[in-house]
């Protein structure tokens, strides 16, 4: 069963910002919060991870509460090659197997 | 962008054939996870390997499925006698440190 919860679905028009949440209510202190994005025929694609407080790549950037409760992943400028499906996965990668998790993801719609 | 090979990209089997995928990890990533994605979106986790060594299966793995990582050779998913309810895509992974990187998948069709 999947440990988070995201709104199934977001529409945003190309250049804007989006912003993804993503609920784990019951997160650990041994997880970790992990970001990926898939479109049609290929496998998930990562994008960014973190533990605590702020993070950010080339690609987005990923705002953690306080309480570890909320993720939020935010998206700069979105491009039609933003539009995926993307999914919150939290898990403890200190066990040695780390499998994912995915729930439903949200499907994000890009339009022009 | 991931380096992940998958292959075949497309299978095609009749129920009670042998199905046979392939991947291929990262260099240099010693776990390979494998994942079945049904055609409602569905993950499942099916196995998982460091180095030659089975970390973590599930039950399905251990009846029908079986998987495979040799070194200095591709890895290996191998379902025995497929039935029509292991059509799915079927995801290779690789990791190093924590996050998984993704092969395109193999497309498995039983007829």
């Known amino acids: 069963l999947a440990k988070t919860t995201q709104p199934p679905s977001m529409e945003a028009y190309e250049g804007q910002e989006v912003n993804v949440s993503c609920s784990h209510t019951n997160i650990a202190t041994s997880e970790y919060i992990y970001w990926y994005r898939q479109v049609p025929h290929q496998g998930p694609q990562f994008i960014i991870q973190g533990y605590k407080d702020y993070v950010v790549n080339e690609v987005a950037s990923l705002f953690i509460s306080a309480d570890r409760k909320l993720s939020t992943l935010s998206l700069p400028w979105v491009s039609l090659r933003d539009a995926a499906v993307y999914y919150c996965i939290v898990t403890d990668r200190s066990s040695g197997s780390w499998q994912l998790i995915f729930g439903s993801g949200t499907q994000l719609t890009v339009m022009p | 962008n991931s380096k992940v090979i998958q292959t075949p990209r497309y299978l095609v089997k009749g129920q009670g054939q042998k199905a046979k995928m392939r991947c291929i990890p990262e260099?240099?990533?010693?776990?390979v996870f494998w994942y079945q994605q049904n055609k409602n979106n569905e993950f499942k986790f099916l196995i998982n390997f460091q180095n030659q060594e089975v970390l973590q299966q599930i039950d399905m793995t251990e009846k029908r499925f079986s998987a495979e990582c040799p070194s200095n050779s591709p890895c290996s998913l191998e379902i025995q006698s497929s039935e029509a309810g292991d059509s799915a895509l079927y995801l290779c992974a690789s990791s190093l440190r924590g996050e998984q990187y993704f092969g395109p998948g193999t497309r498995l069709t039983v007829l």
């Open positions: 260099k240099g990533h010693p776990v």
